[in-house]
């Protein structure tokens, strides 16, 4: 199941949501950025990220 993210999303859809334990969108962008410039002989199978506060 994918995780809570800050977007507009549901504001957008006039929808009222909590996002105070969503993780920020820079926050990933910064772990795919992470993985993107790993060697390519570095394999990494599986990732998790979580906002501590959840």
Known sequence: MPGKMKTDMFKKMNIE???NDALDTKEVANL???ILDLPKDVNIPEVGIK????
């Open 17 to 19: 949501k909590s996002m």
């Open 32 to 34: 795919i950025r992470f």
């Open 51 to 54: 906002n501590i506060f959840n």
